[in-house]
């Protein structure tokens, strides 16, 4: 089983709906999750980080924790064609120390 | 505040040589990570720095090397380097004890074509 686990993709989702990402980790000890969004030839840039169970809002993004169930996913309301890029999942399980681990990403793309 | 910065953008160099690569973090940031990506793969992890010391390793041959400088600043080393090499060699850096909680802030990576 992979540490961090993503669906390849590609997710195709029209503009103005709402895009959802989901990652699932296999350390239940894992405090820390990231997500960053990668366009092509580029490098990653992060767009938000959670800590807590439940929701994160920021514009219009909101990263959703459930610890329980092993889960962090990621909404993206009213989507744009920006926002068509590889998705990554990272999370620290304390298991790694100070090594974060990333997915293999999400490759989201929004038709118009 | 400055970003992450890497040097150089893009290199390109032939099989056997070797190749040093550069990466200033941000300011005040302690912890310093390496990846490696090529296509179709994912962020594979090289190595971490904090406070010049080595805490983490990923899956690489020895030929892969690195160290951390006083001010932080890090540098990457490829020996001997293999068509495989090629790929795009990017670094992050992250603030607080490096214990992995703080988000990590990429550079814009440096590109190295092996011929």
């Known amino acids: 089983q992979k540490e961090v686990e993503q669906n390849s993709g590609p997710l195709s989702v029209p503009e103005g709906a709402i895009a959802s990402l989901n990652c699932t980790y296999s350390?239940?000890?894992?405090?820390?999750f990231f997500w960053y969004r990668q366009y092509s030839g580029k490098s990653p840039e992060l767009i938000m980080f959670?800590?807590?169970?439940g929701d994160k809002e920021d514009g219009r993004f909101t990263a959703q924790l459930n610890k329980a169930s092993q889960y962090v996913s990621l909404l993206i309301r009213d989507s744009q064609p920006s926002d068509s890029a590889t998705y990554l999942c990272?999370?620290?399980?304390?298991?790694?120390?100070?090594?974060?681990?990333f997915g293999s990403g999400t490759r989201l793309s929004i038709r118009p | 505040k400055a970003g992450v910065t890497q040097t150089p953008r893009y290199l390109i160099k032939t099989r056997g040589q070797q190749v040093t690569l550069s990466c200033s973090p941000i300011?005040?940031?302690?912890?310093v990570s390496w990846y490696q990506q090529t296509p179709g793969q994912g962020l594979q992890f090289l190595f971490e720095?904090?406070?010049?010391?080595?805490?983490n390793k990923g899956n690489f041959p020895g030929r892969f090397s690195g160290r951390q400088f006083s001010n932080s600043r890090s540098e990457m080393n490829v020996s001997t380097l293999e068509l495989g090499d090629s790929a795009l060699y990017l670094c992050?850096?992250?603030?607080?004890?490096?214990?992995?909680?703080?988000?990590?802030?990429f550079g814009d990576g440096t590109r190295l074509s092996i011929l």
């Open positions: 300011s005040g940031h302690r912890s």
């Open positions: 350390d239940r000890g894992s405090q820390s």
């Open positions: 990272a999370v620290n399980p304390p298991s790694s120390a100070s090594k974060i681990i």
């Open positions: 992050a850096s992250s603030s607080g004890h490096g214990d992995g909680n703080q988000p990590q802030h």
């Open positions: 959670i800590y807590s169970n």
């Open positions: 720095y904090f406070s010049e010391t080595q805490r």
